[in-house]
């Protein structure tokens, strides 16, 4: 029997801002229940690939696949492929003029996968898992940063999405908070969820990552298992970058 | 010369002329008050259009039309567009408050439209990604969470454009509709007499606009209530 298809593929995927050839040729298979880690030097692409995969930035060229839609193809309706694709950003972007509530059940209930009782109660149960179901109707400006970014997660989750984009979902968070979000970021890949993650938290990839992706310059430079990559890393790219985020 | 109450007395007390001047405070206020409306949904739309590119980045057809509108109407007089209404365009309407309200509706889309853009402009990218990602259309996401964001952003400008709005409409005597300015220089080619019927419209337009302000500000203060910061 053939091996099962990949849920996402993605074929020498190119991106140019300008003059600026940020990725240079990307390509990578993700299966069903997977948990990528992206990691490299700020600037090297990690964060726009995950973005092409979205389609929050177009591709230059190449393509990407979800199941048996070309993302990227114009014929394809992106807003589709995006409810089966969950993002949770750097700075959280909850949306300020809504209640948390709102927040979470705006998406399902405007594009009428779920009436409104349904998508407050799936809700509910969603920030009870979280910790923070009584701030259903608090306002995103009123809560920590920590709060925002799992309340992120939840609003992505909402819409049962088939696999989730970190990009760098701790990054603008106060040490103290990080831990909040990563442990809610764990139990999620324990459920099996699948998982694109660019992060710094190395201790997070060593621990749940299937495969830690290194990019560099706009291409994989590197790509292993956690145990190898980080105790016998190849590239001496890697080697460096390593030796400077592990101290 | 006319002592100071006897000219007080022509200009306001005689013949019930202050009667004039409360019409005539009527016809601004309805001109201003549908031209606004207009100005805000025209304003809107345009904006939205204007912001709008295809795919490719290139404008699209209506991006184009709301481009040259904004330019057209910001870059000529408010009396020519109002000229051009009243003896062109609605040539065939008698209905002066109308073709006013029409011409400076017109008239503040374009400025209005200038506004909103620097409110959605102040308003984090990140808003928009964040709906888009979720599956949510562009017009979806500026409906629910950017628009709402950026007319809060922008209210005082808004409410600033009304202000001018209404004291434009003093020119509309030109076309012959009695508002408040034509209704001063009325009385003043009735007493021949200028000073007593400016000042009055004057102090008329300021109360308004002390009026307006004033309910503009609590306005404001309720809408920062939901900031909860």
Redesign the interface.
């Known amino acids: 029997m053939a091996e099962e298809q990949a849920l996402i593929r993605v074929k020498d995927l190119r991106k140019d801002f300008g003059s600026n050839h940020v990725l240079r040729g990307i390509n990578y298979e993700i299966q069903k229940g997977q948990k990528i880690v992206l990691v490299g030097p700020s600037g090297c692409g990690k964060s726009t690939f995950l973005r092409c995969m979205?389609l929050?930035e177009v591709p230059t060229g190449g393509e990407v696949w979800l199941d048996d839609v070309q993302v990227n193809d114009?014929k394809t309706d992106i807003?589709?492929?995006?409810?089966r694709?969950?993002?949770v950003?750097q700075?959280f972007?909850?949306?300020?003029?809504?209640t948390i509530m709102d927040n979470i059940t705006?998406?399902p209930v405007?594009?009428g996968l779920m009436n409104r009782e349904e998508a407050q109660e799936k809700a509910l149960q969603l920030l009870r898992r979280v910790n923070l179901a009584d701030k259903a109707d608090?306002?995103p400006?009123?809560l920590s940063g920590g709060m925002q970014q799992r309340i992120?997660i939840v609003?992505?989750l909402e819409?049962n999405p088939e696999v989730m984009l970190f990009d760098e979902p701790t990054s603008a968070l106060d040490p103290e908070m990080v831990g909040e979000v990563l442990d809610v970021m764990t139990e999620l890949a324990e459920e099996g969820m699948t998982m694109v993650v660019v992060t710094h938290e190395m201790a997070f990839a060593r621990q749940v990552a299937n495969k830690v992706l290194f990019i560099d310059q706009g291409v994989i430079q590197e790509e292993n298992a956690p145990e190898e990559f980080f105790a016998h890393p190849k590239n001496p790219r890697l080697q460096d970058f390593l030796s400077k985020v592990l101290k | 010369m006319d002592s100071l109450s006897s000219q007080f007395y022509k200009a306001f007390v005689k013949n019930n002329r202050w009667m004039l001047y409360i019409k005539g405070l009527g016809s601004t206020l309805e001109v201003t008050l549908f031209a606004a409306l207009l100005g805000l949904v025209l304003g809107t739309l345009a904006c939205l259009f204007n912001m709008k590119r295809g795919r490719s980045g290139k404008r699209t057809v209506g991006s184009a039309i709301a481009y040259v509108y904004i330019d057209v109407i910001r870059g000529t007089p408010t009396m020519i567009q109002l000229l051009i209404m009243w003896n062109v365009i609605m040539a065939a309407s008698k209905n002066k408050i109308l073709v006013a309200s029409l011409a400076f509706g017109i008239n503040s889309g374009a400025y209005v439209a200038e506004i909103i853009r620097g409110g959605i402009q102040s308003v984090d990218p990140g808003q928009m990604e964040a709906g888009r990602s979720l599956g949510l259309t562009r017009i979806q996401t500026l409906k629910n969470v950017v628009l709402p964001q950026a007319f809060k952003n922008c209210f005082p400008s808004l409410m600033n454009e009304v202000i001018t709005l209404l004291k434009e409409t003093s020119i509309a005597g030109a076309v012959g509709l009695a508002e408040l300015t034509h209704a001063s220089d009325m009385v003043s080619s009735a007493t021949y007499q200028y000073m007593m019927p400016l000042l009055g419209a004057a102090v008329m337009y300021f109360a308004v606009v002390k009026l307006m302000s004033f309910l503009f500000g609590i306005l404001e203060n309720k809408l920062k209530e939901s900031d909860m910061r």
């Open positions: 979205n929050l114009p807003n589709k492929v995006r409810q694709m969950g993002m950003f700075h972007n909850l949306f300020h003029n809504l705006l998406a405007k594009l608090a306002y400006h009123s992120a609003r992505s819409m």
